[in-house]
């Protein structure tokens, strides 16, 4: 069965948590990984679906063993074990991760993400990244894609969580058009203490 097929029926049986009647391009596969080298690992990637994200990022470099796939779907899991061999696959909801274990502690550097944020409650939008974030390392990377016009992230989601987010680029070579943004922490504001003369001490 073709990957449109499987995903079409995977569709047809729930609109909302695939957010997608078909797998993203190759464009945006190559968009939303073109920041992504063998240095900026372990990657964790959610909702991979069908794994179109998963080819560009070992087509990148990313070691198998250095890449973790988040699932839900149990037949796209099992599908995605089959098809990328070394790749770690995790069948289970990304808004769980936070409690979860991932490369033995290791700090994740990037997590990229096909997750549908557009039908989600932000809620689970915020329960994804703030258990993401947990794993991430100081200078860690978040990649979340949208069909929408602005980012995906609510303000009051991204000031809760201490994030910045920056628009990454935008791709016409998909169904639809879609977006590509990335979520990093704040700098840490650096406190002062007053001395007695006055002048801030660090
Ligand atoms: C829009 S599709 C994207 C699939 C693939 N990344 C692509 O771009 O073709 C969304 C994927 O996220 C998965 N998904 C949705 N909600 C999820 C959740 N809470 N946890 C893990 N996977 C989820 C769906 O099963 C589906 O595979």
Excluded at 7 to 22: C, H, K, M, V
Aim: some cysteine.
């Amino acid at each position: 069965m073709s990957d449109a097929v499987q995903f079409l029926r995977a569709w047809i049986a729930d609109p909302i948590r695939l957010g997608s009647i078909t797998p993203s391009s190759s464009a945006l596969a190559a968009l939303i990984t073109s920041e992504i080298t063998p240095q900026t690992t372990p990657v964790v990637e959610l909702g991979p679906g069908t794994g179109v994200f998963t080819k560009a990022l070992l087509a990148r470099g990313v070691p198998p063993d250095r890449l973790l796939l988040v699932e839900r779907e149990a037949k796209f899991a099992a599908m995605l074990r089959e098809r990328f061999p070394g790749v770690g696959v995790l069948a289970m909801d990304a808004t769980d991760l936070g409690r979860a274990e991932l490369f033995g502690g290791e700090p994740v550097k990037a997590v990229v993400s096909g997750l549908p944020f557009l039908s989600m409650p932000t809620r689970a939008i915020m329960g994804v990244l703030d258990g993401c974030f947990a794993h991430m390392s100081r200078d860690g990377s978040f990649y979340q894609f949208t069909y929408g016009a602005r980012c995906p992230v609510p303000r009051a989601v991204l000031e809760r969580l201490g994030l910045k987010s920056a628009r990454v680029g935008r791709t016409f070579s998909n169904f639809p058009p879609a977006t590509v943004y990335r979520f990093r922490r704040r700098p840490m504001r650096r406190l002062y203490a007053v001395q007695g003369d006055g002048q801030p001490r660090p």
